[in-house]
């Protein structure tokens, strides 16, 4: 067997609040009432708008964004763009808002008033780029949410996210937008967040392709600035940027984008994706679990089903030994979804390709490399091949049928679930091939259709998967996990991490590591985790986190990783070969049948309510739907309210008791 690559690491570029309840509305979640104006007002520079729980001002002479709420409080929304836009054109008044223009930019604006919300739009008629909103200068700002994997609560003052990346903070550092965010968004709580007197800002980004935010700690505090670059070969001359009022609860800038993802038609249901393939129910309950050596057989299935564990999700990698038919059906009657890893954006020469998902027929390689501008292809992952253009398979698909045959191959042996990785991450690219020339939004569109063509048969998951892609995803792996930049870098030392061999249980993916101090305090200290994806997309798919990072994977981070999957109602990934199942297999199945009623109650239901329930963040509580489950989390070391530390409590509406789930003691 030759080796295989980790599908993503060195992939992503740089990346980089406080107690509260929040109760969902059916409309506008997570953004507090309509205030009393009916109508916005132009008065010299300075524009009035209504919004959701009070009024903006926006100065049209440089982009400067204030608030009032409801009962007085002012807010700064935005400073000023950065670098100044030149003197602006006369201010014309619409039905909603107002719009006008910066000559020296080539910019027009218009700012509304929709559906709660202010939003403003910049659209150019040349090439440049804008640094704005600028954004956590409000003196109250208090905590910063960001949606890095499942997303991050950073208090503004804390001493480790203002030091720079290269020890784990973001002072200094920036993110695409687009690529390096689960969701195109961020907020702040500013003050008291949550409850009665609680603010707070979200910021949406529609246009995320093209945008960044930068991070800068000033004063010992941090603060956004994103930029957005207008470039029309990249189709990106259009800029929006939406502003919604908060209670300042942390995940309250995840429940404004749910409300946007349901007004606009683009929120997934995984009810109604169970109602269209029913098979997708089985991943109410389910682990995850790649499958190695003798696990991938059928007496390894019939040895997870003996320990108890009633729902699986089992994936294998394509090498020269995969799930044999006897081994899919063994899964299948037991109640498990099971399916291969693939990938359509790798091309290889077939005389020489290192994995089978890569050797395409006739002259997919390399006429459908993606190509640079210069003409050169993009060179695949890991210096392999090149990167494959989606846009070159969809010309092609209506006849040649390249991808419909490469699917029913990869699932001749009755295989009812799939794991296309990359199509629904944030790596899209631009392909300057004569033929079949596309943009970054075009990839996008290529793949959302090929995915909802796999979707209609089979249970479909990608990788990390971004919130665009969550109608046609039923689960993914790794937007569960906000993963540190320099855990590339970790990935590739072999040493620490392990290599590729042996090959029925490579050491990459099974020996145990310690992560640094400070990788583990960036990724998974639960003081500055909020369940932000979990907010804006649970109950449309099911997120876990990165395959290569499994749950025995960090043997230090394990009980509040499992603290961490109750409290969100997300299940564990796992990879499994047969010495491990027969170690680990007992802990497994005490996890998973816990787990199991849990998420079959609530993984179809929306989260509801987010809080921290102590001044240290260390217990905190989760609601799902109206009360259907609810789940308390201390992640300390001391008793909190008869909860112990290192422990878990789910309450499901229809038990009298709370069920209690402490993973740091022995099992069985």
Not at 2 to 29: M, Q
Not at 80 to 95: D, E, H, M
Not at 265 to 271: A, E, T
Not at 510 to 527: E, H, S
């Amino acid at each position: 067997m030759k080796p295989h690559l980790p599908k993503t690491t060195g992939r992503r570029r740089r990346t980089r609040v406080l107690a509260g309840s929040l109760a969902l509305a059916a409309t506008t979640v997570g953004v507090v009432g309509y205030g009393s104006a009916s109508a916005g007002t132009a008065e010299d520079n300075r524009l009035e708008l209504p919004v959701a729980g009070g009024t903006a001002f926006v100065d049209t002479g440089s982009l400067a964004v204030t608030a009032r709420t409801g009962g007085g409080r002012q807010l700064v929304l935005s400073e000023a763009a950065a670098g100044g836009l030149g003197k602006p054109g006369p201010v014309t008044r619409t039905a909603d808002g107002a719009h006008w223009s910066y000559p020296d930019k080539g910019l027009r604006v218009t700012a509304s008033s929709q559906r709660g919300r202010l939003r403003i739009t910049l659209t150019a008629d040349r090439d440049g780029s804008v640094d704005w909103p600028v954004t956590g200068t409000d003196r109250a700002a208090s905590a910063m949410q960001l949606p890095r994997g499942e997303g991050l609560d950073i208090p503004v003052k804390d001493a480790f996210w203002n030091a720079g990346p290269e020890t784990g903070g973001l002072a200094g550092s920036s993110v695409d937008v687009g690529e390096g965010l689960s969701m195109p968004l961020w907020g702040y709580s500013l003050g008291a967040a949550g409850g009665e007197g609680g603010s707070g800002v979200s910021y949406l980004t529609p246009t995320d392709l093209g945008t960044s935010l930068g991070f800068a700690s000033t004063g010992g505090r941090l603060r956004t600035t994103a930029t957005h670059a207008f470039d029309a070969g990249e189709g990106t001359r259009d800029y929006e940027v939406s502003f919604a009022l908060t209670d300042g609860n942390p995940v309250a800038p995840a429940t404004d984008y749910r409300s946007y993802l349901s007004q606009h038609g683009q929120l997934g249901s995984l009810r109604r994706k169970i109602r269209q393939n029913p098979a997708n129910e089985k991943l109410l309950g389910a682990f995850h679990a790649y499958v190695w050596g003798d696990a991938r057989k059928a007496a390894g299935v019939e040895k997870l089903k003996k320990l108890g564990v009633d729902r699986m999700w089992l994936g294998y990698d394509a090498d020269d030994s995969p799930m044999n038919a006897q081994a899919v059906r063994a899964a299948k009657a037991a109640g498990y979804l099971v399916g291969p890893y693939d990938t359509f954006d790798n091309g290889q020469d077939p005389e020489s390709a290192d994995t089978p998902t890569s050797a395409w027929p006739d002259r997919v390689y390399p006429d459908f490399c993606v190509r640079k501008a210069d003409g050169t292809p993009q060179t695949g992952f890991g210096g392999r091949g090149c990167y494959l253009s989606s846009q070159a398979f969809e010309q092609a698909e209506p006849t040649k049928h390249y991808l419909a045959d490469h699917t029913r191959t990869m699932v001749a042996n009755g295989a009812d679930s799939y794991f296309l990785d990359v199509d629904a991450t944030g790596e899209v690219f631009r392909d300057h091939t004569k033929g079949h020339e596309m943009t970054k939004a075009e990839d996008r569109v290529n793949r959302l259709a090929r995915m909802k063509r796999l979707s209609r048969n089979l249970v479909l998951g990608s990788e990390s998967a971004q919130a665009w892609a969550n109608q046609e995803v039923a689960y993914n792996h790794g937007a569960l996990t906000p993963a540190d930049d320099r855990l590339w870098k970790l990935e590739k030392d072999k040493e620490t991490w392990g290599g590729y061999y042996p090959a029925n249980a490579p050491a990459t993916f099974f020996k145990p590591v310690k992560l640094p101090r400070d990788m583990a305090t960036a990724m998974y200290d639960p003081r500055y985790r909020a369940p932000l994806y979990e907010t804006a997309l649970h109950g449309s798919l099911v997120n876990a986190e990165r395959w290569e990072l499994s749950y025995d994977k960090l043997p230090e981070q394990k009980t509040d990783r499992a603290l961490l999957a109750m409290l969100y109602n997300t299940p564990l990934n796992y990879v499994l070969d047969g010495p491990t199942l027969e170690k680990n297999g007992p802990e497994l199945a005490a996890l998973q049948k816990f787990f199991s009623p849990l998420h079959r109650a609530a993984g179809t239901e929306q989260l509801t309510s987010f809080r921290y329930l102590t001044g240290d963040r260390r217990v905190q509580r989760t609601v799902f739907g109206d009360g259907r489950l609810t789940v308390t989390a201390n992640f300390g070391s001391t008793a909190h309210d008869g909860l112990p530390g290192g422990c878990v409590d789910a309450q499901l509406a229809t038990d009298e008791q709370p069920r209690r789930l402490c993973p740091a003691q022995p099992t069985g």
